[in-house]
């Protein structure tokens, strides 16, 4: 919702802020338009529960490319016109150049956005729950779940929840509202996946994020795979595309330790996963085995997934009778 056209040019007055008290201001703008979204969301998903992840992507992604912001500057200079737009250009590149990173996908974005940079967390936190507020006096019944991105260790999961349940209980007090709500995490970081026992103590929900998982796992880039990835499904080197469908064996086995794991502390805890894996079959099949709640996926693929869902159900119900009449 971030990435909505008209709000581009308020984001990136949010990003270009030179402290917290202009990165506010900009929040504050952003704050009613998070807020009718939700309502809107919220209306449409009466009296079903709607899982809301908190901003993901690195910052830098909100902003232009460099080279085109070089390529506009060096034209204006070159014709000397427009200085004040030159100038403009030239603080924006240099904002495009303290945020890039090497590895983008691996740097500054989840839950450390959301750590380094807390109001912006904090904004999406009072706009989910003055939502929730805001239909729940109209009727509606909500159920928002707040869930925490590319949480990789228990301080993360333990501080960002804190940050989440104060904002969210200081909206709700203020409006006088009984809303409840569930604060959850992404599961990206194979170390989250072995440490899910302790992060359970303080997530309610589990979602892997299996693209982001299998490409920490693998190592593999999902940007850079194509150059090889036709070489070595051809030489057997990989059965399919990982992206695609789920890695049972190592990608699979972390999952089920993060959900064996999770389950111990929170026993009821739900989990599901997000990403392309949710509409493939034998993904589907596997997420059935495991015991998964739900899968996600898009919207184009949610026949295929309730088709695998359905098919896993009932083989797993004719296998259980063989062993009965065995």
């Known amino acids: 919702m971030f990435f909505q056209a008209e709000r581009i040019p308020i984001v990136r007055e949010m990003i270009m802020a030179a402290d917290t008290k202009a990165r506010q201001v900009a929040l504050e703008k952003l704050l009613p338009l998070q807020r009718e979204d939700f309502i809107g969301i919220f209306r449409a998903m009466d009296g079903l ?8 992507p690195p910052l830098h992604e909100f902003l232009p490319k460099y080279t085109e912001l070089l390529e506009e500057h060096t034209r204006l200079d070159a014709l000397g016109i427009n ?12 904002k ?3 945020l890039q990173e090497a590895n983008p996908m691996l740097g500054h974005r989840g839950c450390r956005l959301g750590i380094t940079f807390p109001e912006i967390y904090e904004m999406q936190v009072r706009a989910i729950l003055e939502a929730a ?9 909500v159920e928002p779940e707040i869930m925490i991105p590319l949480t990789g260790t228990v301080g993360e999961m333990k501080l960002t929840r804190e940050m989440t349940r104060s904002i969210a209980d200081m909206v709700l007090a203020d409006a006088g509202a009984g809303v409840k709500y569930l604060i959850g995490t992404m599961i990206e970081v194979p170390r989250a996946a072995l440490v899910a026992d302790r992060i359970a103590a303080d997530a309610e929900f589990f979602s892997f994020g299996t693209n982001d998982l299998t490409q920490m796992t693998f190592g ?13 499904i051809d030489r057997g080197l990989l059965p399919a595309d990982p992206f695609s469908v789920l890695d049972q064996e190592g ?11 999770g389950r111990k502390i929170r026993p009821g805890l739900k989990v599901g996963i997000c990403g392309e894996h949710g509409g493939e079959p034998s993904s589907v099949e596997f997420c059935h085995r495991v015991g998964m709640t739900y899968v996600s996926c898009s919207p184009f693929m ?3 997934a309730r088709l695998a869902a359905a098919q896993a ?3 797993e119900q004719r296998a259980h009778e063989e062993v009965t009449n065995a």
């Open 133 to 141: 507020c805001a239909v729940t006096r109209e009727g509606v019944k």
């Open 251 to 261: 990608v699979g086995e972390l999952i089920k330790i993060g959900i064996e794991r």
């Open 96 to 98: 495009v150049r303290s």
């Open 220 to 232: 593999y880039s999902r940007d850079d795979i194509g150059k090889f990835l036709p070489f070595y």
């Open 302 to 304: 949610i026949p295929v």
């Open 83 to 94: 200085q004040a737009r030159a100038r403009q250009l030239e603080e924006i590149m240099a």
């Open 313 to 315: 159900r009932v083989k």
């Open 49 to 56: 529960p709607v899982t809301i992840r908190l901003l993901d």
